[in-house]
């Protein structure tokens, strides 16, 4: 259910002024204070909302806070400005009337912040979408560009605007936003080429400088130092809380969201810059020949650069600033200015400028923002224009700022009053006449046609013949010296008011007396720019400020003068005005609480200073003058119900009615309220807290009541649950207590069991065991019974079977007798024998055939023999097997060639003189004897060696001659024909040494596995003078055995010997010396060696077989 609350709720003082009681300006400022310092800034009077300033960010205008006060009834939440808001925009959407938001206050009051609140407001709350959202950003984004260039430090505010603003904001059917159209009012120009002591320029020339890129500041011929112009007050250059730098990036992304584009963007920079520039441009006078005043440019680089920033020539403006030319109908004269008068021009030029790219901006922003749908608009209007001023010099602005509070001010007397009697008569009350202060006539004093002050101005202006500031004054003295409200040194009740020099005049404004100086007020009215200026600037290529100054245009020369000031002002606050009047206003009064710009400071006597001016009592007064307080029935009946038994806790019928019983039962005086058509209305402030405060009883007694009515069913809930829980308790603890008990009976009664069961069973085991030993007694007896029994039946059994064999062996032995008898005669006496030789020649038969079928392979070396069959065979079996042997040896021999069979042959005797008796033997059998190792006749290498030979050649191989000496080797080729043995040098294949086969005695070689032979000569020989040759080879056994085939042949049967022996002795020259071989470790690995130890020993050492 929706909590309905109200703004009477958890009040500080009061949130509607109009219940204050006792009205006074002390009770009013003091219910202000005591808002203001809880932090409550915004109060009500009426549907008015007062708002004071407090300097310090506030955690009330949050999303949550937005989404509160969305679609709630204006009293229902306690005084804010979005209720404000949410209810304009409501009527606006529901009731389909324009609304307008006035915010007035002086300086630094807030307006332009709740401005912006109240759109922030509006836009968070109407509808979605792409589009809708594009405009909102738009609108909001508008703001960030309009104050960079229309805002400006003051004393009075950091952030004070220097135009007055009215925008529409647009929306469709829905309540979405479509657009928005922006006034602009007045801007402050002369603020461009001075500022007071203690204030700024605009804040787009700070903002430039210090944010700008430095390729940008290049571009616009700038430079970053505050110091070098002449047009910016250095003494508050950076402002507390203010960054210059980012909100330029702020406004350039704001003018980006509206549409600018970058060229536009660039050319409003460069005139910026321009001003800038201008503003050093200085001049010091130059005496021309005839006489006359003359001045001249002092440094011309600024002018040259700010020429260059917009394109114009820069001989045509330097003209423009030492001429003026004035054209009268048919005549042109041109007279020169003198110092005074250029520095005036350039000023005029600066402030023109600046005002008219300011009202550019506008016009842009506006061509971005218009609505597109050209459907009927509804409306709201925000109104955020300059407060009323005062200062110490009061010159033509504040004048003109002050003149438009004044017509804002009457518009709101208007429009309250006007309201609160349209009320009275909507709800059928009678209307009473209020008093209050009208300031229509000081805005006649102002504005009339005729003697008001702005006419006589114009007048002055307009007027031929010398017009100054004093004429005018003197004008002002004659005409107004009448008014109430027209203070003057020359009226005769001011004669003596030293207050008031003479110079100046003083209107008695509604917000207090304002002293004017009307130094300035012709020439700032006037706002004359010599044409000149404008034409030079017509002539510049930047097509914007081209744009900006029309009246240069030398082909639409207006001779008229152009409206003063004070008439295009006056013109446009009265095209405000009834814009504003048509539509329904909400007023927001924006109050400062101090002048330090200090929160938490409320500075009583400033406070009830504006709460004077802005009519605020006379506000409360006119609302309470019939009726204080106001509620709709339904809301009332629903606040105070409880009042009256009748309508509590329901009331079935119709509000109204419900109302009126519970009035009639609280006994209000019938005077004290009337009842229109849907509200009740409640004359004094008295009676509202008279129902207030019964309500607080009522609400303590009903809230004693709750609590009471609480307490007893807390109480007895908590009983009941104490109950309920008890039973549950003791119901468990039963079921425990009857589980133990049952597990104690059922544990005793199995023990019980099994004690029986025990007893039981033991004595049926004693009765089975004596059962079981008398069966088995019963079993042995048996047994040895029928043992007895069976033995007798064996021994019978036995006995018969021995009668019953003697039997059958008699009667075997008598038939044999009798068939032996019988065959006898049929047997010859040589009938075993034929027998045995049939089955001897039926054996053999049978054992050569199958021998036949399993003879074994033809090859000499294969073992395989069938085995014998019969053991009386065994000697014929092994003859056989010899035989066939020698005959299958004969059958492979038969197949040999003679070549094959002579080496067979040297085979065969190699085996003869070697076999069982040298190691080396075995290893040489499966190696062939190739004889000619070394191919003698077909190498031609040995072709000298085998001329030299002459005979064929039988073994020809290369062999290790062993030095006597030291017993290493040299290699030597072995040749062997039939007659000689040869050794020749191995590289040359000379001849070395030769021995004739008849010289050679004997060849001696060693038992083991070496290849050392010697060869021994016969003593007395041709050949035994060099003696004996020791000799190594790797082919001795086929050496060997050719030498002792061939020496065979060669020396008649006189065969050569072969000596195997270890140790021999061999003929070296004269010495014996005897070679030894010994088995070892030789150093040269697996092959022997030789080595000789003395003078009688040659040791051979040869590898040990394994
Ligand atoms: N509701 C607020 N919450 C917090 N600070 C505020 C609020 N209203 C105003 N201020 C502070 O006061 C300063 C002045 O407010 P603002 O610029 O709105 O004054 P103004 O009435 O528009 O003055 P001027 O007439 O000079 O333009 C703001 O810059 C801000 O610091
Ligand atoms: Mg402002």
Not at 829 to 841: E, H, L, R, S, V
Request: glycine share 4%; hydrophobic share 35%; proline share 3%.
């Amino acid at each position: 259910m929706e909590v309905k609350t109200s703004l009477l709720d958890n009040m500080i003082g009061v949130g509607d002024m109009v219940l204050l009681e006792p009205l006074s300006e002390d009770s009013f400022i003091a219910n202000l204070k005591n808002r203001f310092d809880h932090n409550e800034i915004y109060t009500y009077i009426g549907s008015v909302v007062i708002s004071m300033n407090p300097y310090r960010s506030l955690p009330i205008y949050t999303p949550d806070k937005v989404e509160e006060y969305r679609n709630r009834n204006f009293y229902e939440l306690s005084p804010h400005i979005y209720a404000l808001a949410d209810e304009a925009y409501r009527s606006l959407r529901d009731q389909d009337k324009d609304q307008c938001i006035l915010i007035t206050g002086e300086s630094g009051a807030g307006k332009t912040e709740a401005s912006k609140l109240v759109m922030s407001y509006v836009a968070a709350v109407c509808g979605k979408g792409q589009e809708v959202n594009k405009v909102k950003e738009q609108l909001l984004q508008s703001n960030p560009v309009l104050e960079a260039f229309g805002n400006a430090k003051t004393v009075r505010n950091d952030n004070s605007s220097r135009f007055g603003k009215y925008m529409d904001i647009e929306f469709d059917f829905k309540g979405d936003p479509l657009g928005g159209v922006i006034s602009n009012y007045l801007l402050e120009k002369s603020r461009v080429v001075k500022q007071p002591r203690g204030e700024r320029n605009f804040h787009v020339f700070y903002q430039l400088l210090s944010g700008a890129s430095d390729d940008t500041l290049k571009k616009l011929k700038l430079d970053r130092d505050f110091s070098k112009y002449n047009y910016l007050s250095l003494d508050s250059a950076a402002v507390n809380g203010l960054d210059d730098a980012a909100n330029f990036r702020t406004v350039r992304n704001a003018m980006q969201i509206v549409g600018f584009m970058e060229d536009e963007v660039q050319s409003v920079l460069e005139l910026v810059a321009a001003v800038l520039k201008l503003g050093n441009i200085e001049f010091k006078p130059d005496s021309r020949s005839n006489g006359g005043d003359e001045s001249r440019i002092k440094d011309k680089n600024d002018l040259k650069e700010m020429c260059e920033l917009l394109g114009i020539e820069q001989s045509v403006l330097e003209r423009a600033f030492s001429y003026r030319t004035v054209e009268a109908k048919l005549e042109k004269v041109s007279t020169t200015l003198n110092v005074a008068q250029a520095y005036y021009a350039r000023d005029a030029l600066a402030k023109n400028l600046y005002s008219r790219l300011f009202s550019w901006l506008v016009t842009r922003i506006n061509e971005s923002i218009k609505a597109q749908a050209k459907t009927r608009h509804k409306v709201m209007g925000v109104l955020d224009i300059y407060g009323f001023e005062i200062f110490e010099d009061n010159s033509f602005e504040q004048f003109i700022i002050n003149y438009c509070n004044e017509k804002l001010q009457q518009i709101f007397i208007e429009l309250t009053l006007r309201e609160e009697q349209e009320e009275y008569i909507r709800e059928g009350i009678e209307w009473t006449n209020i008093e209050y202060f009208n300031n229509a006539t000081i805005c006649d004093l102002i504005e009339n046609n005729q003697t008001g002050i702005l006419a006589m101005l114009d007048e002055e202006c307009l007027r031929p013949g010398t017009v100054t500031d004093e004429t005018f004054l003197d004008k002002l003295n004659t005409i107004c010296a009448e008014h109430q409200h027209f203070e003057s040194r020359l009226s005769k009740k001011f004669l003596t008011d030293h207050s008031l020099p003479h110079s100046c005049f003083r209107i008695q404004h509604y917000a207090g007396k304002v002293l004017y100086r009307a130094e300035g007020f012709v020439d700032k009215n006037n706002d004359l720019l010599y044409r000149d200026l404008s034409q030079a600037m017509y002539k510049a290529t930047q097509s914007l400020i081209k744009q900006l100054f029309p009246e240069g245009n030398p082909a639409k020369v207006n001779l008229k003068r152009p409206p003063t000031a004070g008439s295009q002002f006056k013109a446009s606050v009265g095209t405000l005005m009834r814009n504003l009047q048509t539509k329904n206003p909400n007023y927001i009064r924006c109050i400062k609480p101090n002048d330090k710009k200090a929160s938490h400071i409320f500075t009583e006597s400033l406070v009830c200073h504006q709460v004077r001016y802005l009519g605020l009592m006379e506000n409360v007064r006119v609302r309470r003058a019939g009726y204080a307080f106001r509620q709709a029935y339904e809301p009332c009946l629903e606040r105070y119900k409880m009042l009256c038994k009748r309508t509590w806790p329901h009331w079935r019928g119709p509000a109204r009615e419900g109302v009126e019983v519970l009035m009639a039962d609280l006994q209000v005086p019938t005077d004290e309220f009337a009842y229109g058509r849907s509200k009740i209305f409640i004359r004094n402030p008295r009676t509202l807290f008279f129902l207030e405060e019964r309500r607080r009883q009522c609400l303590q007694d009903l809230a004693t009541l709750i609590q009471k009515i609480y307490r007893g069913w807390k109480c007895r809930a908590q009983f009941l649950l104490l109950k309920k829980s008890q039973i549950v308790v003791s119901a468990w603890y039963r079921r425990y207590a009857q589980q133990k008990k049952y597990q104690r009976i059922k544990s005793a009664t199995t023990l019980v069991q099994s004690y029986t069961r025990g007893w039981q069973a033991r004595k049926l085991l004693r009765q089975l065991k004596y059962q079981k030993r008398c069966e088995e007694a019963v079993t042995t007896i048996a047994a040895f019974w029928h043992g007895t029994q069976a033995r007798r039946e064996l021994r019978r059994l036995k006995e018969e079977a021995r009668r019953k064999h003697a039997v059958a062996v008699i009667w075997a032995y008598w038939q044999g007798l009798k068939v032996r008898r019988e065959y006898r005669k049929f047997f010859r006496a040589n009938a075993g024998k034929k027998i045995y030789d049939f089955t001897i020649q039926r054996i053999m038969q049978k054992y050569f055939l199958g021998l036949k079928s399993n003879m074994p392979p033809m090859s000499p070396i294969d073992k395989n023999w069938p085995t014998r069959p019969y053991r009386f065979l065994d000697g014929a079996h092994k003859e056989l097997r010899r035989i066939f042997h020698l005959w299958r040896c004969k059958k492979y021999r038969s197949q040999f060639t003679e070549e094959k069979k002579a080496v067979y042959e040297e085979k065969l005797e190699a085996s003869e003189l070697f076999k069982d008796k040298k190691a080396l033997y075995p290893s040489s059998v499966n190696q062939p004897f190739k004889g000619d190792y070394l191919e003698i006749s077909k190498n031609p290498k040995y072709q000298k060696l085998n001329s030299a030979v002459e005979e064929k050649v039988l073994l020809a191989d290369v062999v290790n001659k062993i030095n006597r000496a030291n017993g290493k080797g040299t290699a030597r080729i072995f040749l062997l024909t039939k007659k000689n043995v040869f050794l020749a040098d191995q590289k040359t294949g000379q001849v070395k040494a030769s021995v004739p086969l008849p010289d050679l005695a004997s060849v001696s070689v060693s038992t083991q596995s070496d290849g050392f032979f010697a060869l021994r000569l016969k003593e007395g020989s041709a050949s035994a003078i060099k003696g004996d040759f020791l000799l190594s080879s790797e082919h001795l056994i086929e050496i060997i055995t050719k030498l002792h085939r061939t020496g065979a042949k060669a020396t008649d049967k006189e065969q050569i010997n072969v000596d195997i022996s270890d140790e021999f002795l061999v003929q070296f020259k004269q010495d014996k010396v005897c070679v030894k071989f010994i088995q070892g470790s030789p150093k040269n690995g697996n092959s022997a060696s030789c080595k000789r130890k003395n003078n009688r020993l040659l040791e051979v050492s040869v590898p040990m077989t394994a």
